[in-house]
T-cell receptor, first 110, second 113 residues
Framework: GQNIDQPTEMTATEGAIVQINCTYQ??????LFWYQQHAGEAPTFLSY????GLEEKGRFSSFLSRSKGYSYLLLKELQMKDSASYLC???????????FGKGTSLLVTP | DVKVTQSSRYLVKRTGEKVFLECVQD?????MFWYRQDPGLGLRLIYF???????EKGDIPEGYSVSREKKERFSLILESASTNQTSMYLC????????????FGAGSRLTVL
C-alpha cells in the first residue's frame, strides 16, 4: 500500500525560504515527484528524484532520502506567484500511476 | 506545445444521468490516467490505461468505467451520476518508460444535482 504525508498548510514571507516536507511508505519505488498546482489550474511538474540527494532547478530544489522515506521541496527567494498547492507523489513502478499526497497549500505574504 | 485536452471545463448534470468526460493527448503517450480531486482528499486514481483497449482499476473505480479505443483518447464514463461524484476530474498521460512524468489536462469540474 501507499501512505504519503505532507503538511496541509504553510505560510511564508515574500523573499524568504520555505521547506515543504513529504514522508512516504510504499511497496515499490521508482521515483518521487513534486508538482505545483495553482487554484483552478492543472498540476504542473516541478521535479523528480530517484536517487538520494539534492536536485536543484533554479529557485526550487528537491531532496530525497530513500532509506528514510523522506523528501522535501525547498523554495528560495519566495515570490507572490509561488502561492499554490504543492503535491508530493510517488511512482511505485516504472510506467505506473503516481500516488499523490493530499498536497500542501502554501501562502506567500508580503 | 504538448497538450492534454479535456473536452468540458464545467458540467452540471442531474442524478441518474450518464456522463462522458473526454480526454485527448497529442504526445503519443502510451499511458493515460483519470484522477478525481476533492478538498482534503487530494488526487485519487480512478482508472488508468497502458495501451489501446487496455484498462486497469485504480483506487476508487466504483461507479465509473473507461474506454480507450484510440491511443490518443481516454474517456471516463459515469453510467448513472450521483451527487457524491461531484468533483474535479483530471486526466493525465505519460510515456510508459523513463521517469513517468505525468502531464495533466486543465480538469473538468462536474456538479451532480
Amino acid at each position: 500500500g501507499q501512505n504519503i504525508d505532507q503538511p496541509t498548510e504553510m505560510t511564508a514571507t515574500e523573499g524568504a525560504i520555505v521547506q515543504i516536507n513529504c514522508t512516504y511508505q510504499t511497496s515499490g519505488f521508482n521515483g518521487l515527484f513534486w508538482y505545483q498546482q495553482h487554484a483552478g489550474e492543472a498540476p504542473t511538474f516541478l521535479s523528480y528524484n530517484v536517487l538520494d540527494g539534492l536536485e536543484e532547478k533554479g529557485r526550487f530544489s528537491s531532496f530525497l532520502s530513500r532509506s528514510k522515506g523522506y523528501s522535501y521541496l525547498l523554495l528560495k527567494e519566495l515570490q507572490m506567484k509561488d502561492s499554490a498547492s504543492y503535491l508530493c507523489a510517488v511512482s511505485p513502478y516504472s510506467g505506473y500511476a503516481l500516488n499523490f499526497g493530499k498536497g500542501t497549500s502554501l501562502l506567500v505574504t508580503p | 506545445d504538448v497538450k492534454v485536452t479535456q473536452s468540458s471545463r464545467y458540467l452540471v448534470k442531474r442524478t441518474g444521468e450518464k456522463v462522458f468526460l473526454e480526454c485527448v493527448q497529442d504526445m503519443d503517450h502510451e499511458n493515460m490516467f483519470w484522477y478525481r480531486q476533492d478538498p482534503g482528499l487530494g488526487l485519487r486514481l480512478i482508472y488508468f490505461s497502458y495501451d489501446v483497449k487496455m484498462k486497469e482499476k485504480g483506487d476508487i473505480p466504483e461507479g465509473y468505467s473507461v474506454s480507450r479505443e484510440k491511443k490518443e483518447r481516454f474517456s471516463l464514463i459515469l453510467e448513472s451520476a450521483s451527487t457524491n461524484q461531484t468533483s474535479m476530474y483530471l486526466c493525465a498521460s505519460s510515456f510508459s518508460s523513463g521517469a513517468n512524468v505525468l502531464t495533466f489536462g486543465a480538469g473538468s469540474r462536474l456538479t451532480v444535482l
